[in-house]
Structures are given as C-alpha cells and as structure tokens.
C-alpha cells in the first residue's frame, strides 16, 4: 500500500516508456509483442493516473529519432495505436480524458490520423485530465519550431527581438501546453531524457524505475508519485529547511510544512 497526500499531487507528469524490446527479448518474443504488452501498460497507467485525480499525463510513445527503426517494427506500433485509440474511445470520454498529441503528426500515417484527429477533437469539450502522446517527438525539434516561429515574427516587424523571452517560447511550445511536467518517470532501468518535454524539465523532479514499462503498473506508479511528494521543490531558490544561521536550526530552525490531513491510500 502506498500513501498519497491528496493536496500536493504533481499536476503534470511524463513517462518515458522504456523497456518493450528488452521484456520481449528476455522471453524470446519479437519486438513487437513487447510493444503490445506495452499497449496494455498504458491502458493501465492512464487509468491508474485518472483515478489518482493527475490533470495532465504525457506519454512518449514515439520519437522523432524512432523512424530509424525497422519498418516493420514502426509498421506494429501505429497498429497497436490505432488499436488503442479505438479500443479506448468510450472509455475516455466516458471519463473526461481529452485526448491530445505533440510532435510532427503530419509524419504519422493516414490510418493513425484518421482515429486520432477525431477523438482529439471530440474529446476536447469536456474534460479533466489531458493524456497527450508524444508521436514523433523531439524536445530538440519542438523548441527549434519555436524559435523557427519567433525568427520570423521578428523578421515580419511583428516582434521586437527583446520579446524573445522564456516567456514567449514557452507559449510557442505545445507539450507545455498543460504545463512544465512536475514529475518525469523513466522506465527500463536507462537514466537519460532522450529528448523528451527538454525546455519543460527545467525544475522536474525526475524519478527513474527499473521495471521494464510492460511490467510497470498502478502501483509503480503511486510509489512514484509518493516519491515525488517528498522532495523539496526549490525551483533555484533557498529551502525552506536550511536556516541561514546554523545556530538556528538547534532552535528548531524552519520547520518542513507540516503533515498534511488528508492521504489517499492506494
Ligand atoms: C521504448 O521501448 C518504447 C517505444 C519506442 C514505444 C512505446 C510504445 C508503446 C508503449 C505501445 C504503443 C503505444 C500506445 C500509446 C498505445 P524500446 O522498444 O526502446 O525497449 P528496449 O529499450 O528494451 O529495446
């Protein structure tokens, strides 16, 4: 059983899904049955995450850098996506999910666009979480579109170039649309970002799981969210349990906030 104070919850969380291949492998199956088993993952983890009451979950289910993969392999993940989002349709409106999706969609194929343009449409009249899929992403590519957008807005006269700021770029950037990820999940034991939600990561807290993403479940994901909840989020500024005099931590010093009342065991 896992802890989870109801108030301080991450409000946006990413997952780097890791791990397909190497579940596949370890039981001498293809790529591709990995991939479906991970297709199941995310049936679970979403489910998982709206109960939880997260307001915005963002999967990296693709990236930019993937079209180097066989074809074959890319040919059974769009598959298994198209499958997904049919699959799922009811039961994400049925739970006030809007669907959405970062990344250059205009490179997905036709069959995949043809199920995803209509639920992300429909889905986006009512909701309460937003799960978004990262679809040939790239945290390098986003933010270069972005900067591409500003360039030629000042080239235009429409901008001055002293509003180029943070600011400005990051209403450019549509992963952070719902807001800078609070807490990054990877999966499959590998600690890196792989391009993913970079300019968003600034002050996330990452947390990085062992379990191959087929095998990573409700619980995995509570653990690391109560993990996130007990960190101190200090966004470059001083903590608040670190007395500027020493002497004044033996008086109690700033005392960490207090318990909060209300848990959710799940
Ligand atoms: C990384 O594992 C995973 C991917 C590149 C694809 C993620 C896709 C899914 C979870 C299934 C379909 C998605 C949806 C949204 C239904 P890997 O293949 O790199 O694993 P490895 O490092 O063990 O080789």
Request: hydrophobic share 40%; with cysteine.
């Given at each position: 059983m896992t802890l989870i104070e109801a108030r301080n919850l991450p409000s946006h969380v990413g997952i780097i899904m890791d791990g397909n291949g190497r579940w596949a492998q370890q039981r001498g199956l293809g790529r591709a049955e990995g991939h479906r088993q991970g297709s199941q993952a995310v049936r679970r983890i979403v489910r998982a995450a709206r109960r939880l009451g997260l307001r915005a979950l963002t999967l990296y289910?693709?990236?930019?850098?993937?079209?180097?993969?066989?074809e074959d392999e890319i040919d059974a993940l769009w598959v298994l996506l198209r499958e997904f989002l049919l699959s799922e349709r009811e039961e994400i409106l049925d739970n006030s999910i809007r669907l959405n999706a970062v990344g250059n969609i205009g490179r997905l194929p036709g069959v995949v666009r043809a199920v995803l343009d209509p639920l992300r449409n429909e889905s986006s009249?009512?909701?309460?979480m937003t799960l978004t899929l990262a679809l040939s992403y790239g945290g390098r590519e986003e933010i270069a579109e972005a900067a591409r957008e500003l360039a030629a807005e000042v080239a235009a006269g429409k901008r001055a170039v002293e509003d180029v700021t943070c600011e400005a770029l990051h209403a450019r950037l549509p992963s952070l649309a719902v807001g800078d990820p609070d807490l990054v999940i990877r999966t499959g034991g590998e600690r890196r970002i792989s391009n993913f939600l970079l300019y968003g990561l600034a002050y996330a807290e990452l947390h990085f799981s062992d379990a191959l993403w087929p095998d990573f479940d409700a619980e995995d994901l509570y653990q690391a969210v109560a993990s996130y909840q007990n960190r101190e989020r200090r966004f470059g500024k001083v903590g608040k349990a670190a007395p500027l005099v020493p002497e004044l931590a033996s008086e109690g010093?700033?005392?960490?906030?207090?318990?909060?009342?209300l848990l959710v065991a799940v």
């Amino acid at each position: 059983m896992t802890l989870i104070e109801a108030r301080n919850l991450p409000s946006h969380v990413g997952i780097i899904m890791d791990g397909n291949g190497r579940w596949a492998q370890q039981r001498g199956l293809g790529r591709a049955e990995g991939h479906r088993q991970g297709s199941q993952a995310v049936r679970r983890i979403v489910r998982a995450a709206r109960r939880l009451g997260l307001r915005a979950l963002t999967l990296y289910a693709f990236s930019e850098q993937n079209w180097a993969r066989p074809e074959d392999e890319i040919d059974a993940l769009w598959v298994l996506l198209r499958e997904f989002l049919l699959s799922e349709r009811e039961e994400i409106l049925d739970n006030s999910i809007r669907l959405n999706a970062v990344g250059n969609i205009g490179r997905l194929p036709g069959v995949v666009r043809a199920v995803l343009d209509p639920l992300r449409n429909e889905s986006s009249k009512k909701y309460e979480m937003t799960l978004t899929l990262a679809l040939s992403y790239g945290g390098r590519e986003e933010i270069a579109e972005a900067a591409r957008e500003l360039a030629a807005e000042v080239a235009a006269g429409k901008r001055a170039v002293e509003d180029v700021t943070c600011e400005a770029l990051h209403a450019r950037l549509p992963s952070l649309a719902v807001g800078d990820p609070d807490l990054v999940i990877r999966t499959g034991g590998e600690r890196r970002i792989s391009n993913f939600l970079l300019y968003g990561l600034a002050y996330a807290e990452l947390h990085f799981s062992d379990a191959l993403w087929p095998d990573f479940d409700a619980e995995d994901l509570y653990q690391a969210v109560a993990s996130y909840q007990n960190r101190e989020r200090r966004f470059g500024k001083v903590g608040k349990a670190a007395p500027l005099v020493p002497e004044l931590a033996s008086e109690g010093g700033a005392p960490r906030e207090s318990s909060p009342a209300l848990l959710v065991a799940v």
